[in-house]
């Protein structure tokens, strides 16, 4: 049994579920817990699309600070790097993720919510990642997926500050995907993970390997695009939706 991550489901769609209270610290026996559910909900075909959610009060608001003040180099790297897993674990999950971030996401939290394919926030969010302010850097990805998803000025910017950037600035620099009222944000994103999960699910999965590779040289990124490209016509869904837009009707995906 999970103490700290739950899955919750509803039809298609299942929520990934921090609950630490006060504050959702992302320790390390969350961080495994996450790593859990993460690959659960991955390797479960009746899954269409996920949500990662804190709940209405806060996202996560980073590591332990209290448990790390006094770790060295070699304590610190086991956390750090079970938080670094979860993320990936997340990112790796073959249907589309949406993060929906209430109150704080911030260090780990931003990291985590970054792992998402989307990010939706309340208008009251805060998002950041402040860990220059506490003398280290971001250590679970953030170096990384931030410049990929703001651009390298601005991750310069938020990594060198450490500031918080609300809702609004959020949206206008790419962070967030949507903004919506505090009470709503679960709402909105449950509502979007549902038609993502009526979709195509294995050219939502193939769609998710191939951007993956868009870091890498141009011609390695062909190639990976191309792999997985051409097994889509193997499929019942490519057949379904190509018939779909020359019936000029909706298509009815089965995900095989």
């Given at each position: 049994?999970?103490?700290?991550?739950?899955?919750?489901?509803?039809?298609?769609?299942?929520?990934i579920?921090?609950?630490?209270?006060?504050?959702?610290?992302?320790?390390?026996?969350?961080?495994?817990?996450?790593?859990?559910?993460?690959?659960?909900?991955?390797?479960?075909?009746?899954?269409?699309?996920?949500?990662?959610?804190?709940?209405?009060?806060?996202?996560?608001?980073?590591?332990?600070?209290?448990?790390?003040?006094?770790?060295?180099?070699?304590?610190?790297?086991?956390?750090?790097?079970?938080?670094?897993?979860?993320?990936?674990?997340?990112?790796?999950?073959?249907?589309?993720?949406?993060?929906?971030?209430?109150?704080?996401?911030?260090?780990?939290?931003?990291?985590?919510?970054?792992?998402?394919?989307?990010?939706?926030?309340?208008?009251d969010?805060?998002?950041?990642?402040?860990?220059?302010?506490?003398?280290?850097?971001?250590?679970?990805?953030?170096?990384?997926?931030?410049?990929?998803?703001?651009?390298?000025?601005?991750?310069?910017?938020?990594?060198?500050?450490?500031?918080?950037?609300?809702?609004?600035?959020?949206?206008?620099?790419?962070?967030?995907?949507?903004?919506?009222?505090?009470?709503d944000?679960?709402?909105?994103?449950?509502?979007?993970?549902a038609?993502?999960?009526?979709?195509?699910?294995?050219?939502?999965?193939?769609?998710?390997?191939?951007?993956?590779?868009?870091?890498?040289?141009?011609?390695?990124?062909?190639?990976v695009?191309?792999?997985?490209?051409?097994?889509?016509?193997?499929?019942?869904?490519?057949?379904?939706?190509?018939?779909?837009?020359?019936?000029?009707?909706?298509?009815?995906?089965?995900?095989?």
């Amino acid at each position: 049994m999970k103490e700290f991550v739950r899955i919750e489901m509803k039809g298609a769609v299942a929520t990934i579920r921090l609950d630490r209270p006060p504050a959702n610290a992302l320790a390390r026996e969350v961080s495994l817990e996450l790593s859990v559910a993460a690959k659960e909900v991955g390797a479960d075909d009746g899954v269409g699309a996920v949500v990662v959610w804190g709940g209405k009060r806060i996202f996560a608001a980073g590591a332990d600070i209290k448990a790390m003040v006094d770790y060295g180099p070699d304590e610190v790297a086991s956390d750090v790097g079970a938080l670094e897993q979860a993320c990936r674990d997340v990112e790796a999950i073959p249907a589309i993720t949406i993060a929906a971030v209430n109150g704080y996401a911030l260090g780990g939290g931003c990291e985590l919510a970054l792992s998402c394919d989307f990010r939706f926030a309340a208008r009251d969010a805060r998002i950041g990642l402040p860990e220059v302010r506490l003398g280290i850097i971001p250590g679970s990805g953030g170096t990384q997926r931030l410049p990929r998803v703001v651009g390298l000025p601005k991750a310069r910017d938020l990594v060198y500050t450490g500031r918080h950037v609300d809702a609004a600035e959020a949206l206008q620099i790419g962070l967030v995907d949507r903004v919506a009222d505090g009470t709503d944000v679960y709402a909105v994103a449950m509502e979007q993970a549902a038609t993502f999960a009526k979709g195509p699910s294995l050219a939502y999965a193939a769609a998710k390997r191939a951007l993956a590779a868009s870091g890498l040289a141009l011609e390695h990124g062909l190639a990976v695009e191309r792999a997985e490209f051409a097994p889509l016509f193997a499929t019942r869904d490519q057949k379904e939706g190509m018939r779909a837009f020359l019936d000029r009707r909706e298509a009815e995906f089965e995900g095989r």
